[in-house]
């Protein structure tokens, strides 16, 4: 198992950045040659490690997909169906011969194909900006930063905070969730990607349920207020849903606490009832 999912690595990194929608010769998703030395060791695996390898692979082939571009959102249904696609292709290897390379030359571009109508189905701006001339594409991507700086940028003070805290889109290091744990604030994040934090937890900011009356202060650097900025702006974007979830988060807040986040999102704010909600502070939205 050691060496397939180490064959895996090899694989997403022998592609990244390749532009699923390239028009030219060499358009496919190519295998490493380990292939044919690690063939042997597919075609005998069992039911249970296959599952392994499978959920390895497309959470894999999210992080490539979103350390590309931001801005992709996958559904769970989403997920389910690129787990399909990589459950095919593991069938496809099993099923052939270990030295027939027209073959496997093949499976790589019909897993290409799959692989691209999935991208195109779920995320269709793709197609738009990922032009058919370039062969490789451009990262659009969020970076992490320090505790200290999302404080500072966003103006907190801990002695102001409302606990339990919640971290919205808190990043794989967990910096500022770690931050105020360590300073003795009840905090937790969130995050599309699995930490290594055992109080920030694995779900989309669209999915997670936030309960009424739930949280002191919600934050979100350069997270939630960015993308929904995006979708607002995109023809096909989901800014509905990031409307409605929007909402729900105000609703999480207990009485006097406040949503903090940059950028900020005047085609809402200005909407608000000011009954409900103190809008003075741009980056910050205070329960009455």
């Given amino acids: 198992m050691k060496e397939i999912t180490e064959f895996i690595q090899k694989q997403f990194d022998f592609n990244r950045n390749k532009n699923l929608f390239y028009a030219g010769t060499d358009s496919s998703i ?5 292939l044919s030395s690690i063939l042997k060791e597919i075609k005998s695996l ?4 296959d599952d392994k390898i499978i959920n390895y692979s497309s959470e894999k082939a999210l992080e ?4 590309t571009n931001q801005y992709y959102s996958f559904t769970n249904d989403d997920k389910q169906e690129l787990k399909n ?9 099993k099923q052939t ?5 027209n073959q496997l030359q093949i499976i790589s571009q019909n897993h290409s194909s799959r692989l691209k109508y999935w991208l195109l189905k779920t995320n269709s701006f793709s197609s738009k900006i990922y032009k058919q001339e370039n062969k490789f594409v451009k990262d659009v991507t969020c970076s992490e930063y320090t505790a200290k700086l999302q404080m500072d940028l966003l103006n907190i003070e801990l002695s102001e905070l409302i606990q339990p805290v919640l971290d919205i889109g808190c990043g794989r290091q967990t910096h500022l969730v770690t931050y105020l744990r360590e300073k003795g604030i009840e905090a937790y994040g969130i995050d599309r990607f ?4 055992k109080f920030c937890w694995q779900t989309d900011w669209l999915e997670f349920k936030y309960e009424e009356n739930r949280w002191g202060t919600i934050i979100s650097h350069l997270g939630f207020s960015n993308h929904f900025n995006h979708h607002h702006l995109r023809i096909d974007g989901n800014f509905k849903e990031y409307a409605l979830i929007y909402m729900n988060i105000l609703k999480s807040l207990k009485q006097g606490g406040s949503f903090v986040y940059t950028p900020d999102i005047p085609f809402i704010e200005k909407y608000l009832d000011s009954k409900l909600y103190n809008t003075t502070d741009a980056l910050k939205i205070i329960t009455k």
């Fill in 85 to 93: 696609i990589y459950s095919l292709l593991l069938l496809e290897l």
């Fill in 194 to 197: 699995k930490t290594q934090n």
């Fill in 46 to 49: 069992n039911r249970s490690e």
């Fill in 30 to 34: 190519n295998f490493v040659p380990e």
């Fill in 97 to 101: 011969a270990v030295k027939d390379e």
């Fill in 64 to 67: 490539e997909f979103c350390k």
